[in-house]
């Protein structure tokens, strides 16, 4: 079965610092991806950064980059120069089985505070 | 370019009601995945429907049900309401179903359910 464990509920960061947010996931898969969502007070989900199990190097996009280690099954998200804009929830996310459906498993979320 | 578009934004109802929310997919798009977020938690998938016919399900009772109609537009029923189902609903939208990939899936501002 997919699981996605998310065990900070709460973090906050002051503006500019750097934080990084945890993820613990299981599946049976070998090739799989792993996807970080921000849902900010506008509710709408929106896609943060994804990762390919089967790549080595770990994702980066802008000020949003992850710690990937397959072995461990630990996905973080680490956000550099954080700003007020990053304030939101924060979602790890695992997509079922590629023969087994169409759904994605999400974590309980951090809610993530900048402090100016 | 619009985005996922669901209706209504908020809603209010009693115990024992029936609810139908609506969910516009994004252009191009002709999946509809439905998920249920209680206060505090992550997504759950309720089902998908592709080809007007749901092509999978969740782990939700039968008093949740759906629609899809052929311009790809859904409808998520739900009946005889419980104070469980309080929740937000949140719509996504995809081309063939959830890819792999999943770039293309795109996540409405959801429809504030509150069961009193």
């Known amino acids: 079965a997919q699981t996605v464990t998310q065990s900070q509920p709460e973090m906050s960061v002051q503006e500019a610092e750097t934080v990084t947010l945890s993820c613990t996931y299981d599946t049976s898969e070998s090739d799989y991806y792993l996807f970080w969502y921000k849902q900010p007070p506008s509710r709408q989900m929106i896609l943060v950064i994804r990762q390919e199990a089967y790549k080595q190097q770990n994702a980066t996009e802008n000020r949003f980059s992850v710690n990937f280690q397959k072995a461990a099954k630990s996905f973080s998200l680490k956000i550099s120069d954080s700003q007020l804009g990053d304030a939101a929830m924060y979602f790890c996310a695992l997509p079922s089985p590629s023969n087994t459906g169409n759904q994605f498993y999400f974590g309980t979320g951090t809610s993530l505070t900048v402090i100016p | 370019d619009a985005g996922v578009t669901q209706s209504p934004t908020h809603l209010i109802k009693t115990r024992g009601q029936q609810v139908t929310l609506r969910c516009s997919p994004k252009s191009g798009h002709d999946t509809v995945s439905w998920y249920q977020q209680a206060l505090g938690q992550g997504p759950q998938f309720i089902f998908q429907?592709?080809?007007?016919?749901?092509?999978q399900r969740g782990n939700f009772p039968d008093r949740f049900s759906g629609h899809q109609f052929p311009n790809y537009s859904s409808e998520l029923n739900v009946n005889a309401l419980l104070l469980g189902d309080s929740a937000l609903y949140l719509c996504?939208?995809?081309?063939?179903?959830?890819?792999?990939?999943?770039?293309?899936?795109?996540f409405g501002s959801g429809t504030r359910l509150t069961v009193v």
């Open positions: 996504a939208s995809s081309l063939g179903g959830l890819s792999r990939e999943s770039y293309g899936y795109t």
């Open positions: 429907y592709y080809e007007e016919e749901e092509r």
